[in-house]
């Protein structure tokens, strides 16, 4: 069983800093691409960034590039993001998910994930 456990949310001005961690549980964790969601209130699901199983492959969304940078660190089962600049319009909960996904590429829709952590509030004041 993969269990999927985002950290790192909180509040910050506009202009600051944060950096997320997803922990990635399971036998074949290092095997599995990862993706950042969002969601804001009233809005859907969006992709913000993905990497596949060795960190050789990254997606960004246009709005994050140049100002979000999503890593691994396989000896730790975990995925970050650090989100610099931030922007009131990146204030949303921040979802990680996880699919097996050995030798291959990224996914970029949350359909292709099939375990999700439970997600972690940003909040990015003007």
């Known amino acids: 069983q993969v269990q999927v456990v985002e950290s790192g949310g909180g509040l910050v001005q506009a202009g600051g800093s944060l950096s997320l961690s997803c922990v990635v549980s399971?036998?074949?964790?290092?095997?599995?691409?990862v993706g950042w969601f969002r969601q804001a209130p009233g809005k859907e699901r969006e992709i913000v960034a993905a990497?596949?199983?060795?960190?050789?492959?990254?997606y960004y969304a246009d709005f994050v590039k140049g100002r979000f940078t999503i890593s691994r660190d396989n000896a730790k089962n975990t995925v970050y993001l650090q989100m610099n600049s931030l922007e009131p319009e990146d204030t949303a909960v921040y979802f990680c998910?996880?699919?097996?996904?050995?030798?291959?590429?990224?996914?970029?829709?949350?359909?292709?994930?099939?375990?999700w952590g439970q997600g972690t509030q940003v909040t990015v004041s003007s």
């Open positions: 998910a996880a699919s097996w996904r050995p030798n291959g590429s990224y996914f970029i829709t949350s359909s292709e994930y099939d375990y």
């Open positions: 990497i596949n199983w060795d960190g050789e492959r990254i």
């Open positions: 399971g036998r074949t964790s290092s095997s599995h691409a």
